[in-house]
């Protein structure tokens, strides 16, 4: 199966925020307020990146005082919609990049808490690898990994056409897209990062998974 080039997954992703002019503005998602538990932990001065961040709801919520948070996204109008928000944080920076370059070029043991919402979906399984080698490379010792994935529990699993194991394309949709159960968030925790928690929401739709470098 073949997935789209880093410049068509990013024209996929900057056509929906065109369709959607509102979208990921607004109210933090409620993943915020469950990572808050292990983010509040942190020491400060924190620095948190918020990976595919959208315009930066939750990114924006999180930074203030003793909280730096960069906020990295490929699609080049949610940066834009971010950045055009009024009264921005100082401590909060829009990045516009994909996350997988963004990730190798950020220095090793620097960060306190990679903050992943609904993004790693779209990855093929050597890419899901490279993420969780880069998350265990640049978290400081103590840091947390905290991210959502839907699951296969959603009803939106079983729709479209499977293309590999629980990766899923769904008309009008152009991308593969991955729903998650538990063997499958395990390719998320490289060598030096350990579960803290992983638990489904209520309706079963997403996972919240927490993992913390050792
Ligand atoms: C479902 S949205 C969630 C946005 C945000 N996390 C929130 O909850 O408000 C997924 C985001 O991931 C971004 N994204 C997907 N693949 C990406 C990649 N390879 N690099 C950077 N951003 C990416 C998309 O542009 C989109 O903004």
């Known amino acids: 199966m073949s997935y789209p080039t880093p410049a ?29 538990r292990w983010l509040d932990t942190l020491p400060r001065p924190t620095l948190v990146l918020d990976l595919g961040s959208g315009p930066g709801r939750d990114a924006r919520a999180l930074s203030g005082p003793g909280v730096r948070v960069r906020a990295i996204d490929h699609a080049p109008l949610a940066i834009a919609r971010g950045r055009a928000l009024p009264d921005p944080p100082a401590e909060l920076e829009f990045v516009e990049a994909d996350l997988l370059p963004a990730l190798a070029a950020t220095e090793t043991a620097s960060i306190d808490a990679v903050y992943a919402h609904v993004v790693y979906m779209v990855f093929s399984d050597a890419e899901l690898d490279r993420v969780a080698r880069e998350v265990a490379r640049v978290l400081r010792p103590g ?35 991955r729903y998650f159960r538990a063997e499958t968030l395990d390719r998320l925790r490289a060598p030096g990062l350990a579960r803290v928690v992983a638990e489904e929401t209520p309706d079963r739709r997403v996972w919240y998974v927490s993992d913390r470098r050792t």
């Not at 997954?9 to 900057?14: G, H, P, Y």
Request: proline content about 12%; hydrophobic content about 35%.
């Open 8 to 36: 068509q997954r990013r024209a996929i992703s900057d056509g929906y925020y065109a369709r959607n002019p509102q979208r990921f503005l607004g109210d933090p998602s409620p993943f915020l307020g469950w990572a808050r």
């Open 143 to 177: 840091g947390f990994h905290l991210f959502a994935v839907r699951s296969t529990g959603d009803p939106l699993a079983a729709e479209g056409r499977e293309v590999a194991p629980d990766v899923r394309v769904r008309p009008p949709d152009t991308e593969p897209l």
